[in-house]
């Protein structure tokens, strides 16, 4: 009971078989069956932990089933009878594990398991590495990139960020992930700072709302700068509009802890979230990111135009800079240049690419 909601109900069929029975899921199959996943690997954990009987430990190994029902016409001995099959199935796999009785979502959630112990080893292997994409001025000079996390799997090789970020977020890996990105950003900073060419140069690391709203958030940045002996003046966290939405005092917070030290703050894919220009102006921002999806059609359509002429605007108001992101035409950029905008990301100016890359393709 204590792994479950008030809502949802715990029963003994008998024995040593107990049922679950979960309401109030999310309506599509895909997401409920993550909801259910999420819960029995819950119980599996509890179910899990070591007996002492009699001066003995003992320990369990529970196997589950699972099987969705929504507006379906099955018997309820029908869906036990689906939820014992997927049982068994998970004994027939060894035991203390849990399975589906649809196969797709039974192979769905075999191969999220999977995925989610490649990304723990790949943190402990050193598997994921930085990509750099270079922000531009109005003449087209280098003021500084993005950092980009990547996955260079032993077997699959480069792995997407779609694919294995969300799965991160949500089993909280991200945390351990997101520490050494920046650990690996502030490195490569401090790398830079000791070359003419690339001294001056800015680095922008992307931080998820649980690394952001993680109690030691503020220690592991300074950490990381202290431990890399980079300038904090050079680095820059991007922060998203909906991250900031929740606990806006504790934010601010954390980010004018941060800004005493050096430490700059741009706020990424600015006007696809739910700003409030009331707290907005409070927040100790240096820079305001047009979101690339207002860039594409710039030239094209008149409200995606008005949008990113309007953000320029504000930025100016507010003494923030302004970033146009997903520049890859000479067209759009003209255009942004015209109405205020002095900065650049896109393809227009570089693909991310590792950092001795970039150094080359600065040289050429």
């Known amino acids: 009971t204590a792994s479950v909601r008030a809502s949802d109900t715990v029963a003994r069929l008998g024995g040593d078989e107990f049922v679950l029975v979960l309401q109030g899921l999310q ?3 895909a997401e409920a069956a993550v909801e259910a996943e999420l819960v029995a690997q819950k119980v599996l954990q509890e179910l899990s932990r070591p007996y002492t009987l ?6 369990s190994t529970p196997s589950i089933g699972i099987t969705l029902f929504r507006n379906q016409d099955q018997s309820v001995h029908e869906l036990l009878k689906r939820a014992d099959l997927a049982m068994y199935q998970a004994k027939a796999q060894g035991r203390n594990t849990l399975c589906f009785f649809d196969p797709a979502m039974q192979a769905a959630a075999s191969a999220r398991s999977a995925l989610e112990g490649d990304i723990r080893l790949g943190i402990e292997r050193n598997e994921f590495l930085l990509h750099y994409q270079p922000v531009v001025n109005a003449a087209g000079h280098r ?21 294995f970020i969300p799965l991160a977020e949500q089993t909280g890996l991200i ?11 502030c490195t490569q900073l401090a790398q830079w700072s000791q070359q003419p060419d690339t001294c001056d140069w800015t680095v922008a ?10 109690p030691d958030f503020v220690k592991r940045v300074l950490d990381a700068l202290r431990e890399s002996g980079a300038n904090a003046h050079q680095l820059k966290i991007e922060l998203t509009e909906s991250l900031l939405l929740q606990d ?19 706020l990424d894919d600015f006007g696809t979230g739910y700003s409030s220009l009331s707290y907005l102006k409070r927040l100790p921002l240096d820079q305001l990111k047009i979101d690339q999806s207002f860039v594409r059609d710039v030239l094209t359509d008149p409200n995606d135009a008005a949008i990113a002429c309007t953000i320029v605007t504000l930025a100016q108001s507010l003494g923030l800079d ?21 900065q650049f990301q896109g393809y227009l100016f570089g693909r991310p690419v590792p950092a001795d890359q970039l150094l080359t393709l600065l040289k050429s």
């Open 27 to 29: 309506p599509g199959p």
């Open 54 to 59: 009699e001066d003995a430990v003992l320990y």
């Open 143 to 163: 003021m500084g990139v993005e950092a980009l996390v990547r996955w260079n799997h032993p077997q699959r090789g480069m792995v997407s960020p779609s694919e």
């Open 175 to 185: 945390l351990p992930l997101g520490q050494q990105v920046l650990r690996m950003a």
């Open 205 to 214: 690391v992307n931080v998820s709302a649980q690394e952001f709203r993680h």
């Open 248 to 266: 806006v005092e504790d934010g601010i917070a954390r980010m004018r802890a941060l800004r005493e030290r050096g430490v700059g703050f741009s």
């Open 322 to 342: 302004v970033v146009a992101e997903g520049v890859e035409t000479e067209g759009q950029r003209e255009f942004l240049l015209r109405n205020g905008c002095h």
